[in-house]
């Protein structure tokens, strides 16, 4: 396994992304995308561009979490209180969204609902419901913001580097190389895969579409459940 090189740390950024994209991150992140790929959406490409959209939260917050440690140094990562309370919302917003998608018996209709006239409040929400078609882009978006800040020991490596060395453009461009080099990964392949899957099933076997929803909601609550009850765990909280 590849460790991080101080020596070389944007080219260690990079392929420890690569390395842990197409392992681990693979592992933790493909049941949640295509369990809500398959709750509320279908089609190869929509699988894809989800995948992509849940891809690029996680760089996002791996830059800025990159960028949070090249300013404050050490004092972000003291006892790890980020990651707790990052897993915990994450688990929080995923078992929400999994319950919102196993009770709602009627999926978003294909194309947008928005109406020319509808309030900013009604195309914001279009993009937060989870809805086949054009919507649940910003859930999409949301979870991979969270998950980012559930960290991983390439990570928290490059993140205790850019702490020492105090740089916030370092710790920046540290961070977005490595997510970069986790969207390198089995995920998006997975992810359309999803969407191939739920559009079959929408197209030959229409009256399990709801159950598969059910399902894939109910998994999606699992792992929020699961994810959030390790974090307690970790800290004491839940013995």
């Avoid at 917050?61 to 980020?82: D, N, Q």
């Avoid at 980012?148 to 105090?166: D, K, M, N, Q, R």
Wanted: hydrophobic residues 55%; contains cysteine.
């Amino acid at each position: 396994m590849v460790d991080f090189d101080p020596g070389q740390p944007e080219l260690s950024a990079l392929l420890l992304g690569i390395i842990y994209g197409a392992t681990f991150c693979t592992l933790t992140c493909s049941p949640i995308i295509a369990s809500y790929i398959i709750g509320s959406d279908r089609g190869t490409r929509r699988g894809m561009w989800l995948s992509v959209i849940f891809n690029g939260g996680r760089v996002v917050t791996y830059g800025l979490l990159g960028l949070a440690v090249g300013l404050a140094g050490g004092a972000f990562l003291v006892e790890g209180v980020y990651a707790l309370w990052g897993a915990i919302f994450f688990g929080v917003a995923l078992a929400l969204i999994g319950i919102w998608i196993a009770i709602r018996r009627r999926p978003g209709t294909l194309g947008c609902a928005c109406a020319k006239d509808a309030s900013w409040v009604e195309r914001v929400w279009h993009r937060i419901e989870p809805r086949e078609g054009d919507g649940g882009e910003m859930s999409a978006a949301g979870m991979g913001l969270l998950i980012g800040l559930v960290p991983c020991p390439p990570l928290i490596a490059l993140l205790v580097f850019s702490a020492a060395v105090g740089s916030a453009a370092t710790g920046m461009v540290l961070g977005l190389l490595f997510g970069i080099g986790t969207i390198i990964s089995p995920i998006i392949i997975i992810a359309a895969a999803a969407g191939w899957f739920s559009d079959r099933i929408a197209k030959e076997a229409p009256t399990m579409r709801f159950g598969m929803r059910r399902v894939a909601g109910v998994m999606l609550v699992l792992l929020g459940i699961w994810t959030a009850w390790n974090a307690l765990s970790a800290v004491g909280v839940i013995s």
